[in-house]
């Protein structure tokens, strides 16, 4: 009896080995990672298709386009998130795809280490512009009769390169947009360039 336990519970070992190997072959095969390479550091977002199909796609054309390549975090504010995807070195907007629709309504929480998309006040205003939560904002979440920022992935390294972003010192600059001269607010006075966004095997 205690033979045949034994090799039931060998076996069972053995079947729960092979079944975790292949969910986390699916995992690494599915779930798309993408490295920003900054400045200040890299930083590694997981991103979550499943839950934010539309948002995630478009995230990624921008990506693979080359699109955030030599961008600045142009909106950094200490306790709260460091935004960016939307401004060369010179602070001149660049062109952006169509907006999308808002997805967050898949209830992804905008907590500590989140990524989520940046908008105006229209929910479906997002484009190519992204935020890095530095702390729990859940202020910014969905919740009936309120649309959120949509949350669709998550820095799984490179925490402490955000932390030290969030510690740069701002102050206002004159910013060229689509609709002419504007002035931001926390803008860090000493650039800090997203160098290079690219994808990446699992960490």
């Known amino acids: 009896m205690t033979a ?10 053995l079947l729960l080995s092979i079944l ?3 969910v986390n072959a699916q995992e690494s095969t599915d779930t798309p990672y993408v490295r920003l390479e900054t400045s200040m550091g890299g930083i590694t977002l997981k991103l979550y298709p499943e839950k934010a199909p539309i948002t ?10 080359g699109h955030y390549d030599n961008t600045v975090f142009h909106r950094v504010i200490s306790n709260f998130m460091v935004q960016g995807g939307g401004f060369d070195t010179d602070l001149v907007e660049k062109p952006t795809k169509d907006p999308i629709v808002n997805e967050s309504k898949n209830k992804l929480h905008n907590i500590r280490g989140s990524v989520a998309m940046a908008r105006t006040s229209d929910p479906d205003s997002a484009s190519a512009q992204f935020f890095i939560n530095q702390r729990s904002n859940l202020r910014l979440d969905w919740a009936p009769g309120k649309v959120g920022y949509t949350v669709f992935g998550e820095v799984v390294d490179g925490m402490g390169v955000v932390d030290f972003i969030s510690t740069a010192k701002t102050g206002p600059a004159t910013a060229t947009t689509s609709q002419g001269q504007a002035t931001f607010g926390d803008v860090p006075v000493d650039a800090i360039v997203l160098k ?5 095997s699992a960490p």
């Open 4 to 13: 045949l336990y034994k090799r039931i519970t060998l076996a069972t070992s």
């Open 20 to 22: 975790s190997t292949t």
């Open 56 to 65: 995630v796609a478009n995230f990624l054309d921008y990506v693979d386009s």
């Open 196 to 200: 290079k966004a690219l994808r990446v």
